[in-house]
């Protein structure tokens, strides 16, 4: 009876334990399927703007748009003129910098430097018209650019170094009937294309999202949930969710995977838990640039050389530019695995004016670290690169890069860094020495987008590896099966060839005593000696 | 010599769970740890962790029955006999002598075995299993929930654990040997299999420790020949 009861929970637990190790198909993720259907339904606007009879007018300029607009949605230039999108500067505080505005305004990168004394060719991704200068007119809600987030007709754009000005062949009046909901094609025409060219500064946003497949980009794909930009980048009161750390600081108003996916996305707790320290985005953004590739490093010193008196340019394999006169060199890569950093929401950047202080300029620092409880272990897009600085002033150069004509000091028309440099820091009210040289810097961009699909995220041994692993370079904590405590493990090695060793000789004396003494001989004869009579018998 | 009943039903499976458990656990450890790899990563961890639950409910039901059928006296310390038992398998084995203990019903384990089951017991399955929980637990939140365990480093949990690892693994080689060291040499796993094992006749005993585990033991299934 007894014996049978434990037979028989013996067999219990050890068929529920095969059950569970051997059971593979999961069951349907409910969670999922309901952010599915929430995702699937697409809104019908209440409005025809087609049927508006005050759209139904010439637009001379497009600033009449603007005006038009504002008839119906009167107070909407306010919301618009309190974003981000609009002033190009976010007030920040910054731990041991205090409070001050930083954007696009005063913030230097490692691509084409910054905005400043360069306005009129990187206003072309202004929501406003006119900014041809640094002492733009922020208050004037005429210039407010409503059509190039609103157009849905896809025949909107905005001129080359207009100043923001959309092309001259736009049809406007077309434009304002067809407006809408921002599309992809309205987000993507300045983020897939910031830094002068597509995908050439995020690496995971880029033309290919307008369509593209859920290998590419599980959200966006045309055969998946096809997703527009707005349906996570939510924007109540025109105040944009989410936000990009190359030129933001703050850890506020953040667009997260969490946000739809909750805490808890996975069947398996240990998966979960690994959220604690590790953002979605480290294992399902294995790679990005998978369609186009993505500008890894550019080097501002070797800008300026000429053939035959003229700019020329080199293309590598891909047909990307390897080198432009204007620009200097250029590394471009394709499918990156990305390196990964701590990072706890909050950040600085290297702004217009701030000192050098290391070999490696910082164009921004992700904060955060192992023991910081807010930190996670994120991929990012690191671009390396060298840019002008002013060797007695400690501080990169603002160049003026842009010009209209030949002899106007632009570098790109006269390929003389003295003059750019002098020009430049003149326009934005910075003091130069004179001295020039050439500094690296780094600039660190979260990566976000082009979610794989899961059975594509990293698996454990991508990190939990003695070497090779993705965190290889990301030390200074304990990861289970990368780091080994040395000394126990080799004490633990001693420990067991000792122990061994101590058995097999222990063993070997008893064996060679046993026979030393005939003990195995004598027994032997015993036994004979019982079994001789029956022998003799038989 | 005569047969006796030394080893009830519950103890050899609580004896050999207990010992496969263990080796599944320290195979699959130590693919954690890095040290191979047999069955992936990913299913070496998924299988430590189920194998640790089982551990932990069979350790929890052996507390049990050690408490409640007074088995736990098996393991009083005790330093007499302690230095012949020593001198016994360093030394007087090799010499064809005999053990210098007795093994009866009532006092399954030498004094040696008391000692280094006791601190197998109290220390070395106490240290593997609370850093083993500890590590299970690690970081177990997220935004919304508490903190379980934290503050420790998992260095230093991982040492504990590895180092208890270490220890038993070591444990094991010695123990499985010293079972060979009986009557004959598979006579104590024949005995820690069947619960049956030829022990000889429990004569006139002077030994007053014995005389008072008597009285506390309960009395045992009636001995079988």
């Known amino acids: 009876m007894y014996k049978s009861i434990i037979i028989v929970i013996v067999i219990i637990i050890a068929t529920l334990v095969a059950v569970n190790i051997s059971h593979e198909d999961e069951p349907a993720n409910l969670k999922l399927e309901q952010l599915k259907q929430k995702y699937a339904f697409k809104a019908v606007p209440s409005v025809d703007h087609h049927k508006l009879g005050v759209l139904h007018k010439k637009f001379e300029t497009p600033q009449e748009v603007t005006e038009t607009c504002l008839t119906c949605h009167t107070e909407t230039h306010k919301e618009v003129m309190a974003s981000s999108h609009w002033n190009w500067d976010r007030l920040s505080y910054v731990k041991g910098k205090g409070v001050y505005a930083s954007g696009k305004k005063n913030v230097l990168n490692n691509f084409c430097i910054g905005a400043n004394s360069n306005e009129k060719s990187c206003a072309k991704c202004h929501i406003g018209f006119g900014m041809d200068s640094n002492h733009y007119d922020f208050s004037n809600a005429r210039n407010v650019d409503c059509m190039v987030c609103h157009d849905n007709s896809e025949e909107y754009f905005k001129g080359s170094s207009m100043a923001g000005y959309p092309d001259r062949t736009v049809n406007l009046e077309n434009v304002a009937q067809s407006v809408g909901l921002p599309t992809r094609n309205n987000c993507g025409s300045c983020h897939f294309f910031s830094g002068g060219g597509n995908n050439v500064k995020h690496g995971d946003l880029e033309v290919s999202q307008l369509s593209c497949d859920r290998e590419v980009d599980v959200h966006m794909a045309t055969n998946g949930m096809n997703m527009e930009c707005v349906a996570c980048h939510t924007a109540p009161n025109h105040q944009m969710k989410g936000k990009l ?186 003091p130069y020495s004179g001295k020039f040289d050439f500094i690296k810097t780094e600039s660190y961009w979260p990566l976000n987008h082009m979610v794989s699909p899961k059975d594509k995220a990293l698996s454990c041994v991508d990190c939990h590896t003695r070497t090779g692993g993705r965190l290889e370079n990301l030390t200074g904590f304990y990861l289970p099966g990368r780091d080994t405590n040395k000394t126990l493990d080799t004490v633990g090695k001693w420990l067991l060839i000792f122990a061994v060793f101590g058995v097999v000789s222990h063993a070997g004396l008893r064996i060679g005593q046993d026979i030393k003494n005939n003990r195995y001989k004598k027994q032997v004869i015993d036994h004979n000696k019982e079994e001789q009579p029956d022998r003799l018998d038989s | 010599m005569s047969k006796v009943y030394i080893y009830k039903g519950f103890e050899r499976f609580w004896h050999w769970s207990q010992a496969l458990l263990i080796m599944f656990l320290a195979i699959t450890g130590f693919e954690v740890h890095g040290t191979f790899d047999i069955f992936g990563f990913e299913k070496a961890v998924a299988f430590h962790r189920t194998a640790s639950w089982l551990l932990l409910g069979l350790i929890v039901i052996s507390i049990f029955w050690h408490f409640t059928t007074g088995e736990w006296r098996q393991y009083i310390p005790t330093t007499k006999n302690l230095k012949e038992q020593l001198r016994y398998y360093l030394v007087d084995m090799f010499r064809g002598k ?128």
């Open chain 1, 245 to 430: 750390y190359t030129v933001s600081t703050n850890n506020i108003n953040r667009a997260k995977c969490q946000d739809c996916h909750t805490t808890t996305p996975h069947f398996n707790d240990v998966l979960n838990r690994h959220g604690s320290k590790i953002a979605c985005q480290t294992c399902h953004i294995p790679e990005y640039a998978k369609v186009n590739s993505t500008k890894m490093s550019w080097n501002w010193s070797d800008a300026g050389k000429l053939k035959d008196g003229e700019p020329y340019s080199v293309e590598d394999s891909l047909g990307n530019h390897s080198y432009l006169s204007i620009k200097g060199s250029f590394d471009w890569q394709r499918n990156v695995k990305p390196e990964y950093v701590w990072f706890n929401g909050t950040a600085e950047q290297y702004r217009l004016g701030d000192s050098i202080t290391t070999d490696v300029v910082k164009m921004n620092t992700l904060h955060g670290s192992y023991n910081d409880r807010n930190s996670k272990i994120i991929p990012v897009k690191i671009h390396r690169g060298d840019q002008i600085y002013d060797t007695e002033y400690m501080r990169l150069i603002q160049p003026l890069l842009y010009g209209d004509k030949k002899g106007d000091s632009a570098y790109w028309n006269d390929f003389n860094w003295e003059t750019a440099a002098k020009k430049g820091m003149e326009i934005a009210g910075q």
């Open chain 2, 98 to 225: 005999k053990h210098p203990t007795k093994k009866t019903q009532l006092r399954k384990l030498n004094p040696l075995q008391r000692l280094v089951y006791l601190s197998f017991k109290l220390v070395l399955i106490p240290m593997t299993l609370i850093s083993g929980i500890m590590y299970m637990l690690y970081k177990s939140f997220d935004e919304n929930n508490i903190v379980i365990v934290e503050d420790y480093p998992l260095e230093s949990i991982a040492f504990w654990h590895t180092l208890g690892a270490i220890l038993l693994i070591v444990f094991l080689i010695v123990h499985v040997y010293m079972t060979t060291t009986g009557e004959t040499p598979t006579s104590n796993i024949k005995a820690m299999v069947t619960g049956y094992e030829d022990l000889e006749e429990d004569t006139k005993s002077s030994d007053k420790n014995e005389n008072e585990n008597k009285e506390k033991v309960n009395p045992i299934k009636k001995v079988k020949k």
